[in-house]
């Protein structure tokens, strides 16, 4: 109860002042480790997270000395309840003017769990998503999954000659 009240405050907080915030907390530099779910007809995993607005990337911040595979595995496990093993190196993404970087994972299910759904305070939905019909993305999950090479679509209006 604690946990979700603390996380619809931060969410109610403006962008600077969530940073600030976090700078607070790890003054220096933070880091996080996202997965990247796909199925085999191409959707994404996405989930609402209640401290931000759109849909994002599961995952979370990297604790001191914690290997960024080791925090994407525990967050699959923390916020949906899946015990995945992550194959290949991350894709290293930094959002320019920002202390924060991000290790992005791609994993993809074949077969699909019957019901993915949240874990934590954290998670307010979760849902698969065609790429080219996603909802409303948080900030910054167009980016990772154009660092990723899901998006723009060939033949989209980003693509050349399309």
């Not at 220096?28 to 997965?35: E, I």
């Not at 791609?106 to 949240?118: E, H, Q, T, Y």
Request: aromatic fraction near 8%; charged fraction near 20%; charge should be negative.
């Amino acid at each position: 109860m604690l946990h979700r009240t603390a996380l619809r405050v931060f969410a109610a907080l403006p962008r600077r002042a969530r940073h600030r915030v976090i700078r607070l907390i790890a003054p220096t530099f933070t880091a996080g480790a996202l997965v990247c779910i796909t199925d085999p007809d191409g959707r994404v995993l996405l989930a609402s997270h209640s401290y931000s607005a759109g849909w994002g990337l599961p995952g979370g911040l990297i604790g001191r000395r914690e290997d960024p595979t080791a925090t994407a595995v525990r967050e699959l496990r923390e916020e949906l309840g899946l015990d995945l093993a992550l194959d290949g190196p991350p894709v290293p993404y930094k959002a320019p003017g920002r202390q924060h970087f991000n290790f992005l994972f791609r994993v993809g299910l074949d077969p699909v769990p019957a019901a993915i759904r949240g874990h934590s305070p954290e998670i307010v939905a979760v849902g698969w998503f065609a790429l080219d019909d996603l909802p409303e993305l948080a900030e910054y999950t167009e980016a990772f999954l154009e660092t990723l090479g899901l998006l723009p679509l060939p033949g989209g209006p980003e693509s050349p000659g399309g």
